[in-house]
């Protein structure tokens, strides 16, 4: 039997305990095709405010990369420090933790002025026990300033950047909705490796039109690229998005649980053993997902998937 090598087995092994994420929301943060920068309506699979009026976030005010002017970024600090307490109670509480990674994870967290993501990671950097922060976002929507800064946090903390590949196909982006090639993932995650810094890449399983060899394809490459870590998510639709329009048309059959799993373990098979899992499945619990059913229990997917890994001989 062999361990696979996990994102907590490697901070356990780095930092010589467990390492706890925290994540973090932050309002007024949206992401370019959205705001119609790139496209509009967001990634076909995204439910935003296009669609939806129940996302908590309503405010009028949203960031950008060319923003003049920040009037909330008082209000964002709050966010982030309450928001960080909380988490942290309920962590030392329960786990006895003691160690904390700060995530930037909803929407694009680099998609703001410079002046505004040093005060928010300069902010959550100087909070007691935390080693680093784990950044959220696109490979359109970062700047070299940016990533200059990071790699300066990076001489003293932890410092991940979160990017959603999703495909390596311009075909499948492109009818995602995505906004972007693939030939800018490739320029700016290497621009990021480039500075040292450590790479999460998002892997979505079940998009449009692809086949299993183009998904582990898309592993392969993604990959070669140079990424640290992977998180793979299967393909579901939930209502108020763009796919939720070609499901119910017909036209979009989401991916079964066996396909998936048989994916999955192909794809973690074929990592070398540097690169980290950070996720191997994702779903919703709630009345928003349509389909498919077998993503609503997630518990439940961890388990298939396990049993899955151990009669290929690894543990999860």
């Not at 009026?53 to 982030?80: A, G």
């Not at 996720?279 to 919703?284: E, L, S, W």
Request: one cysteine or more; glycine letters at 6%; hydrophobic letters at 35%.
């Amino acid at each position: 039997m062999t361990k696979l090598n996990t994102i907590g087995k490697y901070w356990r092994d780095k930092h010589g305990e467990k390492i706890y994420k925290i994540p973090i929301s932050i309002s007024g943060f949206t992401c370019p095709n959205i705001d119609g920068t790139v496209a509009r309506g967001g990634c076909s699979f995204c439910e935003n405010e296009s669609f939806s009026p129940n996302l908590t976030d309503r405010s009028k005010f949203k960031l950008n990369l060319h923003s003049k002017t920040n009037p909330y970024l008082d209000k964002q600090l709050l966010q982030l420090k309450m928001q960080f307490d909380a988490t942290k109670d309920v962590l030392q509480n329960k786990f006895k933790a003691k160690k904390f990674i700060v995530y930037f994870q909803s929407f694009t967290n680099t998609y703001a002025p410079l002046d505004t993501l040093k005060s928010l990671y300069g902010e959550a950097l100087s909070y007691d026990d935390v080693i680093g922060l784990s950044i959220g976002t696109r490979t359109d929507c970062i700047t070299d300033e940016t990533l200059d800064y990071l790699e300066e946090l990076s001489k003293t903390k932890e410092i991940w950047v979160e990017y959603g590949i999703q495909s390596i196909y311009d075909k499948t982006l492109n009818r995602i909705n995505r906004g972007h090639n693939f030939a800018n993932i490739q320029e700016w995650i290497k621009k990021t490796k480039d500075r040292g810094l450590l790479v999460c890449g998002h892997m979505i399983f079940g998009l449009p039109d692809e086949t299993q060899e183009m998904m582990l394809e898309g592993v392969r490459v993604s990959v070669e690229l140079g990424i640290d870590s992977i998180k793979f998510h299967p393909m579901y639709v939930v209502k108020n998005t763009l796919l939720t329009q070609e499901y119910l048309k017909g036209d979009f059959e989401p991916i079964s649980e066996e396909l998936y799993i048989d994916t999955l373990v192909k794809a973690i098979k074929i990592l070398p053993p540097n690169v980290s899992i950070a996720r191997v499945t994702a779903g919703i619990s709630d009345d928003t997902l349509l389909a498919p059913l077998w993503c609503n229990d997630k518990h439940k997917q961890i388990y298939n998937v396990k049993q899955a890994l151990l009669k290929e001989g690894l543990i999860y």
